[in-house]
């Protein structure tokens, strides 16, 4: 018997129903305990929803809908199977601006009343249907309107190939919500079936078994058969083709991009096979990309069997391919095993960095990998200086109640988790780490797991009580306290160091064009561009800039780390090259630095905001959502 059982009762709702004997021994007080009061008991409490899956909780859903590009719209039924655990007379599901035209229960479609409750800023609404004991069916109609922040609807112009329009959906944190009513929690999951209508010339692609052509009729049928948590639910509609990589793996384009999409990520069917070598079989079947128009506002959604990814990692020489390690990465840590609560966001993300960087160690040696632990400390260390030394944020529980999740979306769960882990490795050594993490990933397979479960396995499978190790992994410190713990490692990189002594001969007069920065990678340039001085004279500006051309650089890591010096330094040369970016590309992550560059003087505010004006209607919600905060 797996001796983790009774965390996996308390977690995985679903898990022992599917056993034909669950009840068991409470630990606590020896009686036995049924299933159901087991659940109830144990249930994590997810303050971002409405949802009581301790009472009645949704299995599975069946999503038939239709999407116009004329209205902007989705409409359609969401028909859940559900189990009503606490044979309780009502089922709350979450929805956030949807329109919700009329429920069912039953096979037969009996008419049952409902109601939306107050909303809440964030969370929208509940929606509360009366059901029945013995339900276990509910038909909810519904559409969205035009507050569905999940959504992205694109103009013809905004896509590669501006013919067609384009739509994509970001359903994480908590924005499923916006576009199907849903149990929207990461502590709930579902497998799920899916009819899509779409228009004729367009296909429809999901977070599941996909099609690899385009049909005649504009409607496509969906399985997701593996249960995942709602925040991976995923649609996308435009025109777009399919080429395979390898005989699992392949990638989702427009036309106009699949050809550079194809050599740029020419590797991943490697990356999986490093994966897996690393933490056992991946599970999802197939895994292939899709390469969004330039306003998706992350580098990349992990959304199940397909990611989503960024077109601005098209760097042409597949120097910043990481990002599709991390998105792989997920389909462990995050998608098979996954964070609770939005409070436990690092467990999540801290693991798939982690992840990342070994299966980039595994790929291309641990030089490489170095550069992107030392790229990623840099990082970290800005957050912590940004949120101050203090900030309750710069935990790694967090404590989000109240609060949008996404604010929980920041450096310290990525790269300080990242760190908490490696410093594990440091003292376990990597083989016991190694082996320890595959237990973890076998143990919690397809189950929500929350900060505490995952330090009592830690506790009990790796520290094992002694005292000395428990000391150097240092829970209290790197979990519960703020900032980093002060005898945490910093990484190095010997590939980098020779970046400082570019940089050194250049701050002390040679040439720009004489330093030697042959075979230089994305990172290296990343790196030395950091290094810049704060106050740079325009002369300095300007022999960087023809050396190395940062201002018409395809690579879009380097174009945004340049604009930073050439807000600072006022370096008007970049002005027409950063609009054009910022105009164009939607990556939260490029755009907010740059903003906030602008904003730190009135003469770039107001810059800031002309280009914003302009460039607004290109970005996802997730992204406006920050700057509207920022520039108003
Ligand atoms: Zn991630």
């Given at each position: 018997m ?15 129903l ?19 009061e ?5 249930a994590?409490?997810d ?9 009645a ?7 038939d ?8 719209v989705i ?9 009503n ?34 909303e ?8 509360e ?9 509910v ?7 035009a507050?569905?922040d ?28 916006t ?5 929207d929690?990461p502590?709930?999951r ?6 899509v ?25 969906f ?5 995942i ?24 384009a ?5 050809d ?24 999802w ?19 199940p069997?397909?990611?989503?990814v ?8 597949r ?26 966001f690092w ?18 040696g ?45 450096d310290?769960?990525y ?27 076998q ?7 929350n ?7 830690l ?28 005898n ?9 160091a ?19 920065t ?8 990343l ?15 300007a ?23 050439a807000i ?5 040369s970049?002005?027409k ?21 602008l ?8 810059k800031?905001r002309?280009?914003y ?20």
């Open positions: 797996n001796p983790y059982r009774n965390y996996l009762l308390g977690f995985s709702l679903a898990g022992c599917q056993l034909a004997a669950c009840s068991t021994q409470n630990p606590v007080t020896n009686e036995t305990m049924t299933t159901q087991q659940d109830i008991a144990k994590p409490v303050v971002h929803s409405f949802a009581k899956p301790a009472e909780v949704a299995r599975h859903l069946d999503l809908i239709a999407v116009s590009f004329d209205q902007k409409s359609g039924k969401a028909t859940y199977q559900i189990e655990l606490a044979k309780t007379n009502q089922i709350i599901f979450d929805t956030r601006g949807l329109k919700i035209e009329q429920v069912y229960l039953g096979e037969e479609q009996t008419p049952t009343t409902f109601r939306l409750g107050k809440k800023e964030f969370l929208g609404s509940p929606l249907v009366d059901i029945q004991p013995d339900t276990r069916l038909t909810i109609l519904y559409s969205t309107t507050n569905a999940a959504l992205q609807w694109l103009s013809p112009q905004q896509t590669a190939g501006k013919k067609h329009p384009f739509l994509f959906t970001q359903s994480q944190a908590i924005l499923a919500r576009w199907i009513p849903i149990q929690s502590g709930i579902i497998t799920y079936s899916a009819k209508k779409v228009p004729k010339e367009l296909m429809a692609v999901m977070s599941a078994e996909n099609p690899q052509q385009k049909n005649t009729t504009g409607e496509y049928t399985e997701m058969r593996q249960a948590p709602s925040y991976l639910m995923a649609l996308s509609v435009g025109d777009m083709v399919f080429k395979p990589i390898g005989k699992q793996t392949g990638i989702y427009e036309p106009a991009t699949i550079a999409a194809v050599y740029e990520f020419a590797e991943m069917d490697k990356m999986l096979v490093a994966a897996e070598k690393l933490y056992g079989k991946y599970r079947d197939r895994y292939d990309l899709l390469v969004l128009p330039p306003s998706f506002p992350f580098g990349g959604m992990e959304n069997r397909l990611t989503f960024t077109p601005t990692v098209l760097a042409k020489d120097s910043l391919t990481s990002l599709i390690a991390h998105e792989l990465a997920h389909s462990w840590s995050g998608n098979l095993v996954t964070n609770a609560t939005w409070d436990d467990l999540n993300e801290g693991f798939t960095v982690y992840f990342e960087r070994r299966i980039m160690e595994e790929l291309y641990k030089e490489y990998a170095d550069m992107l632990n030392v790229l990623g400390y840099q990082d970290l260390q800005n957050t912590l200086e940004e949120l101050g030394p203090q900030s309750e944020d710069t935990r790694l529980k967090l404590d989000l109640e109240g609060r949008n999740p996404d604010e929980g979306l920041t310290i769960a790269e300080k988790g990242n760190a908490f882990l490696q410093n594990i490795e440091r003292v376990v050594g990597r083989e016991r780490f190694d082996q320890f993490v595959n237990e973890y990933f143990t919690f397979a397809f189950q929500s797991t900060t505490d479960l995952f330090l009592d396995f506790r009990k499978e790796l520290i094992q009580g002694d005292e000395k190790v428990a000391e150097q992994i240092n829970i209290e410190g790197w979990v519960y306290t703020p900032g980093l713990p002060e945490h490692v910093k990484p190095t990189s010997s590939r980098f020779q970046v400082a002594d570019a940089y050194t001969s250049w701050k002390n007069g040679k040439p720009a064009a004489q330093l030697n042959k075979d230089w990678s994305s990172h290296e340039w790196h030395f561009i950091r290094m810049l001085p704060e106050q740079m004279t325009p002369q300095q500006m022999d960087l800039d023809k050396a190395f051309g940062f201002t018409n650089s395809g690579n879009s890591e380097v174009l945004a780390a340049w604009f930073i010096p600072r330094n006022n370096y008007t970049a002005d090259a950063m609009e054009t970016f910022l105009t164009n590309v939607g990556r939260r992550k490029f755009l907010v630095p740059i903003y906030k560059a904003i730190a003087t009135p003469e770039g505010k107001t800031a002309a280009i004006a302009k460039a607004r209607p290109n970005y996802h919600a997730v992204s406006t959502s920050t700057l509207d905060e920022m520039l108003k």
